[in-house]
C-alpha cells in the first residue's frame, strides 16, 4: 500500500496495470503545485495550506468538498513536498485491521529512519465512532499526519475528538473554465490523438455539464475518444454520450446534494406542497440517504414553522421514527406525508428569532446569575412566590436577574396570533408594560 508520490507507476504484470491502462484523470493528476487547477482561496500565497505544501511541513487535516475537486491531489502533494511515505485507503473498505497496519508501519519508520507517514483516507465519514477513535493516538503521538478526505459535512460526520486535533478545509467545485483548462491539456498531451481531433463544442460541453468534478470530466473524455474510434473526430454528441447518464443524475455525494435540499426546505417553507414533493422524489430517485433529508424536516418543523402549528414537530419527528424502524422504500409515504403537512402549515420563524435574540443578549452581555428567590433550595433565600399558589397560576414575582430585567427576546408574529394574546394577558396579570413589540437590541 505504501506508495511514494512520484514513484513511477506500478508496472504492466502489477495487480494495477500500466499508467497507460489508467483512467485519464489518473494519468493527469498533477504533479506539482503549478500544475494545480483551481481551489485559488485555499491555496492563496501566504495561506496555511499553500505554506504546508511550499514548506514541506504537513498538518493533520480534513479536506471538504465535492467529488473532483482535488482532495487526493492536494494530499499527494503534501507528502510530496514533505519527503513523507504515503499511505492511503478508502473507509468504505478498510477496517481497524487496515488502520493498525498503516500505524505499525508508520511506527517502524519513524524509529528506524525517521521518515513520517502521511495516512490519507479517503471518505473519512464512512468511519464508525470506533474506528475514528483508533486514530486518536497516532495522530496525537505524531506517529501518522492525518489526511481525511470527505464528501459531507465533517461537522456532522466526524468526531470531535478527531475534529479537534485536524485543520478542516473546504474545497469547492471547479468552474467551467479550470475544467476546461484541464480538458485542453489532456488534449495538448494527445491523449485523445493529434491536436485538434477533439471539437470545440465537445470541450465545452464537457466543461459544463460536469458538475465542478475534474474526474468526471476528464474520463468522460476519455470515453468519447474511444467511443468515436481511432482518427475520427470527436463530436458534441460524443460527449453528450460520454456523459448522459452523469449530466441527468442525481449525485447525493456532489453539490447537487446540498442544491437540491436547500431548493426543497425553501420550496416547503415557501408554502407549495408540489415544488416540495418535486424535490423530495429527485433526492428520492438519486439514492440520497432518508435520515438526511428527515432531519432536515425536523429542523424546519421549528425554524420555519414553531409554534404557529406545533404539531409541526410531531409530524416531522414521527417521520424520522419511520425512517429509522421502516426505512426504504416504504417510508417514503412518511416523507411525503411530512413533506406536505410542513409545506401546508403555517410558517412563523418567531421561535428561531428569539433564541437567536437571547444567545446575542448573553454573549454581548454575559450571563447573570438568578435572583435568590430562583435558585436551588440550598442556596435560595427562600422568597420564591410559587404561582401555583396564585389565582390564574400567574405571579407578580420578577424572574429575571437584575441587568437583565425588562428585556424581550421572544416577539410572536401574526402566524402566533393566539400566543401574542397570551402574553398579554399574563403580562397584565404580572404587572408588567405590554411594551411594543420588539425585541430587545443591544
Known sequence: MERLFGEPEPTVASAAGSAADAPLATQLRPRTLVEFVGQQRLLA?????????????????????PPGSGKTTLARLIADASGASFEEESAVQAGRAEVRG??????????????RTIFFLDEIHRFNKAQQDALLPAVEEGLITLIGATTENPYFE???ALLSRTHVYELEALRPDEIRVLLDRAVARGHCGPDG????????????RSGGDA?????????????????????????????????????????????TISAWIKATRGSD???????????????????????????????????????????????????EHVGLPECQFALAQAAIYLSLAPKSDAAKRAVFAAREHI????????????RSSTRGDGGYDNPHRREGHVSPQELMPGPAIGSRFYMPDDAEAGLRERLREIRRQRGLADEPDKATTL
Open 158 to 160: 466526524v468526531n470531535s
Open 273 to 323: 406542497p408540489d415544488a416540495s414533493l418535486y424535490y423530495l422524489a429527485v433526492m428520492l430517485e438519486g439514492g440520497e440517504d432518508p435520515r438526511f433529508i428527515v432531519r432536515r424536516m425536523v429542523i424546519l418543523a421549528s425554524e420555519d414553522i414553531g409554534n404557529a402549528d406545533p404539531q409541526a414537530l410531531l409530524v416531522a419527528t414521527a417521520a424520522a421514527d419511520a425512517v
Open 45 to 65: 500565497a501566504g495561506s496555511a495550506l499553500r505554506r504546508a505544501i511550499e514548506e514541506g511541513r504537513p498538518h493533520s487535516m480534513i479536506l471538504h468538498g
Open 215 to 259: 474526474r468526471t470530466a476528464l474520463n468522460g473524455l476519455q470515453l468519447a475518444c474511444e467511443a468515436a474510434g481511432p482518427d475520427q473526430p470527436v463530436t458534441l454528441a460524443h460527449a453528450e454520450d460520454a456523459l448522459q447518464r452523469r449530466a441527468l443524475l442525481y449525485d447525493r455525494q456532489a453539490d447537487r446534494h446540498y442544491d
Open 102 to 115: 498503516v500505524i505499525a508501519r508508520a511506527g517502524e519508520r519513524l524509529a528506524g529512519s525517521g521518515r
Open 197 to 208: 481531433r477533439v471539437q470545440p463544442d465537445a470541450l465545452e460541453f464537457l466543461a459544463e
Open 363 to 374: 454573549r454581548e452581555r454575559g450571563a447573570q446569575a438568578p435572583p435568590a428567590h430562583l
